[in-house]
């Protein structure tokens, strides 16, 4: 326990001691690393300034890289605002040597199979690559003490590695925020209990579903959670960061000192053969997932996780599920309430919303006419940040009412994200607590697993 503390004040002192701004940096220049999940295209969804238009892919042959590149082709093709990238391919089973022999680009963009993920992070920092990583960056014990080492090489190297974190830039989950930030509004978090907690959030996830219009083409590996990673060590990732960023804002988090795992578990989503071939196009399961399979015929995938927690005295409580297919006109989903002393936040996103996230201020005592008056004036402020949201009466409650402009949609977020990370490398200026901070949500999701698994099958 010493020495992990240690390693963590270590990590925050060297982090704190860098200069606010590093030289400026080259043109960027993309390399994509062993494609083999959508969400490394929807990086290049969109075009960037400062980055070279040339991206070097490197990846074993297969059908990961095809679908990977089809997906920019038809970006470059599509009639709208279509983008102008040329794809560089190289294939081959050294294709790890020879991207890292070759360092045709200066920024590794990397999602894909999550058991080969953290070796491919670790080596990049090693060579003195940035990156850019689909989240999550370890899913396990093991890969999190190796992302611990590529966090240490990649401050050495002075090069940034940095997690896709699409959900900061969702309208529902920024206004939360900004709300919890108000004091007039929100008061203070409550402490919560484990039967109450202070802060839940659950995230809802569907298998089959459409990516930039198209019905998604799921690799078989991807329902292998030994290969992807359980849903308490995959979405949870995003859950957790949201957590962290909207509770406590721009505040340093230790995992030795300030969060204790208290229970997890985990369940799986069973899935026919027939579903199985609908979003992979195979026709029988592989060997790989032979493990996974009850009688005869059903595929058990622990997707499925919830866990309970504390961070920095605060009860809090993620859950994360895989359905196969999602109700008519719905979606992935988002539910969270964070409780306050004088109000709760909540999102929701169920049928009542028309499976649209909306998000409401609840307050604590409805009868308390100067707390009314006290919200409509202190949300003058958010409105001058964001024109066009306005307050509105929900019988007891109110709803925050929110212009479409604002609604860009999960695909638009990977562009926001890019942007960002696009920023601290041309400005050096990452936040110091973000690299903390990113250690402490992937010690929650490979504690808590740990602890699923010793509590057994659900």
Excluded at 116 to 124: A, F, G, H, V
Aim: net charge neutral; hydrophobic share 35%.
């Amino acid at each position: 326990m010493m020495k992990n503390f240690c390693y963590c004040m270590s990590i925050m002192m060297v982090i704190s001691c860098q200069t606010p701004k590093q030289p400026e940096p080259p043109a960027v220049r993309l390399i994509t690393l062993d494609p083999g999940h959508f969400h490394a295209a929807l990086v290049q969804k969109s075009m960037y300034e400062g980055v070279n238009s040339s991206v070097y892919v490197y990846a074993p042959d297969g059908p990961d890289v095809k679908l990977h590149l089809d997906k920019i082709k038809a970006y470059n093709q599509r009639p709208e605002n279509p983008t102008h990238w040329n794809e560089q391919v190289y294939l081959g089973d050294d294709f790890l040597a020879k991207m890292l022999a070759e360092k045709k680009g200066n920024v590794v963009v990397i999602a894909g199979n999550n058991k080969n993920k953290t070796e491919y992070i670790n080596q990049s920092v090693e060579g003195g690559l940035h990156v850019l990583a689909d989240k999550p960056m370890a899913i396990d014990k093991p890969h999190f003490e190796l992302l611990k080492k590529a966090y240490t090489t990649a401050i050495e190297k002075k090069v940034q590695l940095y997690d896709i974190m699409t959900e900061r830039y969702e309208i529902t989950n920024m206004l939360q925020r900004e709300l919890a930030m108000t004091p007039e509004i929100f008061g203070t978090l409550q402490q919560g209990s484990e039967k109450t907690p202070a802060v839940e959030m659950e995230s809802v996830h569907y298998f089959y579903k459409y990516v930039s219009g198209n019905i998604l083409t799921r690799p078989s590996w991807f329902m292998d959670v030994s290969q992807q990673g359980e849903g308490i060590a995959d979405v949870a990732t995003h859950l957790i960061d949201l957590v962290q960023w909207a509770c406590f804002p721009e505040q340093t988090i230790n995992y030795e000192k300030d969060i204790t795992v208290s229970s997890a578990k985990r369940w799986s989503t069973d899935m026919t053969l027939s579903q199985f071939s609908a979003i992979t196009k195979a026709q029988r399961f592989p060997d790989h997932l032979k493990g996974n399979i009850v009688k005869d015929s059903i595929l058990q995938v622990f997707a499925n996780g919830s866990i309970n927690y504390r961070l920095k005295g605060i009860h809090v409580s993620v859950t994360a599920k895989w359905d196969y297919k999602a109700p008519d006109g719905a979606g992935d989903s988002h539910y969270a309430i964070l409780r306050g002393t004088k109000s709760s936040l909540v999102i929701r996103q169920g049928a009542a919303q028309q499976f649209k996230p909306v998000l409401y201020i609840e307050p604590n005592d409805n009868a308390d006419t100067a707390y009314t008056a006290q919200v409509q004036e202190k949300f003058k402020a958010i409105e001058a940040k964001y024109p066009g949201i306005a307050l509105k009466r929900s019988g007891t409650n109110w709803e925050i009412t929110i212009p479409e402009k604002y609604k860009e949609g999960h695909e638009a977020h990977f562009a926001r994200v890019t942007e960002k990370f696009l920023g601290f490398l041309k400005n050096g200026n990452m936040p110091v607590w973000e690299i903390p901070n990113i250690l402490a949500k992937y010690y929650v999701t490979t504690e808590a697993l740990e602890l699923a698994k010793k509590n057994g099958k659900q």
